[in-house]
């Protein structure tokens, strides 16, 4: 078990690896999206004390710092993705590498002056002009999905009083970025051969998912293997740690290419 505190609401937190059951709920999820975000948090992480969290009322930078570390745990701390170079005639692989501990590290919340904790917890307070606001959070970012009028209904159900002039908006939302950053950021990166740079997008809520989801297809063919090999049913072969399951896949196919 790896323990960790949520860089926002600072709720202590302990990830355990994920089994069959968070591998089935990845492999048949239709998206990778904040609702299988969610799933997967409640799923693996709880707080020290062992109780559930109620996650869609946590900040969204909690919930992507939690996806990020459950790939740290299950994955590495390395992250690497390439993009081919944009340039013309150029085509080259330019490779963007970088570690999710650093990742983390740089985008910490600060704290900026004027703001309070309001008594309402997750809300803050502004006090001149007297404004409340809490970050967005899970349940709000699964509002407004598809929604065309994202951003007012954001701000309505994120800003008190929701009317407050765009001036005065303006400072609650670097206010709200400050307190709780977002970690949808960018990547650089330089061509080898042309130098040429390029930036791009980086949303770690769905990268996380992608890969994980990626990883945990292999689970139909381990339980095939497993099932058939030592009869056991495909009940116990899920309650298996993922590890456990993918090392005796391993050995199977070991016996079966030696023989
Ligand atoms: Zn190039």
């Known amino acids: 078990m790896i323990g960790f505190r949520l860089p926002v609401s600072e709720l202590r937190v302990t990830l355990r690896q994920p089994g069959g059951a968070e591998d089935m709920l990845l492999a048949e999820a239709s998206d990778c999206d904040v609702g299988l975000a969610l799933a997967l948090a409640s799923a693996l992480a709880r707080s020290a004390q062992g109780e559930a969290i109620a996650w869609e009322a946590l900040p969204l930078t909690d919930l992507d710092a939690t996806l990020l570390r459950i790939r740290q745990m299950v994955i ?76 007012r209904l954001l701000a309505e159900r994120c800003i008190r009083p929701a009317d407050a002039p765009a001036r005065v908006r303006r400072r609650v939302e670097a206010a709200m970025e400050a307190l709780a950053p977002s ?17 791009i997008p980086f949303d770690p809520q769905r990268y996380v998912l992608l890969e994980l989801r990626a ?29 456990r399951r993918t090392r005796y896949a391993e050995l199977i196919h070991a016996e079966r290419s030696a023989g």
């Open 215 to 243: 990883q945990a297809t292999s689970l139909y063919e381990e339980v095939h293997l497993l099932a058939g090999h030592y009869k056991w049913s495909e009940q116990d072969i899920l309650a298996l740690p993922r590890l």
């Open 76 to 151: 590495g701390d390395l992250v690497r993705t390439d993009i081919q170079c944009p340039a013309e005639g150029c085509g080259e692989r330019i490779d963007i590498a970088f570690r999710v501990t650093d990742y983390l590290a740089h985008h910490q919340p600060r704290k900026p002056r004027g703001i309070e904790r309001d008594r309402e917890p997750g809300w803050f307070r502004m006090t001149n002009p007297d404004v409340s606001f809490r970050p967005p959070s899970g349940a709000d970012q699964l509002a407004i999905a598809d929604e065309p009028e994202g951003a």
């Open 183 to 199: 970690l949808y950021g960018k990547l650089d990166g330089t061509c080898p051969v042309c130098a040429a740079t390029v930036r």
